[in-house]
């Protein structure tokens, strides 16, 4: 039955409210343990991730003012916000601006269904990962679809070392009897990622374009009128809100586990069902992505700024 306007109104206001924002999850520093689930849609069991990317519009003092997914990097579509970013770096007045401008170009991610073993083997989070990341997994799971099985499965050993520009990730495959059972439970608490990435973007992109038009002095097609470039006092209801304390704790987590010493440092594929995570093939090289994440350590310290104001 269709539901009425009232109930629909009511559903929309109720996730404007709560911020009903699924914050997707990334390998954390040092070494963790991931199992990569599969499709959530049976009729296309092959589909187990998505491509993902994202625009984060900030002004020229780095404050985050819009968040736009990117329909190029997502669904290899037309993006006027790419298109925008290229004339604005164009017609910037100098190489300082420019660079500014640049940052708000999105980054090709990918998305899946996974269980961080280590913390809890109940709870499927959209795990978020880089090209390279993703090219190594992927190349695993050509050579071996197993690896995606609920019952033949096995886990992968993500390695995170360094931060920002430096950051690098190494994969292993972890032997078969250490691998996690999946449940039932989480095989029918997957994500439907094709609904996650899907937004209206429509309605967000006349703000994007506005946010970088102010941002830049620049008119921008598909903006707002010129008059309009000098106010942006709308644009931050497109940020979720944070909780100040769950942002500081988390925060402070990453803070405690950056410092901590990294183990298994050298880790490499392992395709056999040896017991050892490391116990890697000589016909594979050892996996290095490098990683830039659209939101740098920096713009995470100016946001718990911004809250703590």
């Known amino acids: 039955m269709a539901l009425s306007l009232k109930d629909v109104l009511e559903k929309a206001s109720k996730k404007a409210a709560s911020g009903s924002f699924v914050r997707t999850a990334k390998p954390k520093p040092g070494r963790s343990v991931w199992r990569i689930l599969p499709g959530w849609d049976s009729k296309n069991p092959n589909q187990f991730f998505h491509a993902f990317g994202q625009h984060f519009i900030k002004d020229m003092d780095g404050k985050l003012k819009v968040v736009v997914g990117c329909p190029d990097k997502t669904f290899d579509e037309p993006c006027e916000i790419c298109d925008a ?11 300082a601006m420019r660079e500014k401008i640049l940052e708000s170009r999105s980054t090709q991610r990918f998305l899946f269904n996974a269980v ?34 609920a019952v033949d499965g096995r886990d992968f050993v993500v390695t995170r070392e360094g931060t920002g520009l430096n950051t690098r990730y190494s994969l ?43 941002a830049t002095g620049v008119a921008l097609s598909g903006s707002s009128a010129a008059g309009a470039l000098t106010d942006d006092s709308e644009l931050d209801d497109e940020i979720p809100d944070f909780d100040k304390e769950k942002a500081a704790a988390i925060a402070a987590k990453e803070i405690a586990a950056s410092e901590k010493q990294i183990e298994d440092a050298d880790v490499s594929y392992d395709t056999s069902d040896d017991t050892s995570d490391e116990a890697g093939s000589d016909e594979k090289e050892k996996a290095e992505a490098s990683f830039d994440d659209d939101v740098t350590d920096d713009d995470i310290q100016a946001m718990l700024n911004d809250l703590n104001d």
């Open 85 to 95: 970013i290229s004339e604005a770096a164009r017609q910037a007045p100098n190489d």
């Open 116 to 149: 961080c073993v280590e913390d809890d083997e109940t709870k499927v989070e959209i795990l978020e990962v880089g090209s390279g990341l993703f090219r190594d997994i992927a190349a695993n799971i050509t050579e071996d679809e197993s690896l995606i099985d």
């Open 172 to 214: 292993a495959v972890r032997a078969k009897s250490k691998s996690m059972s999946v449940s039932k439970s989480v095989l029918m608490s997957l994500n439907n990622l094709e609904e996650y990435v899907t937004e209206d973007f429509e309605a967000k992109k006349k703000k994007a374009l506005t946010a970088l038009g102010i």
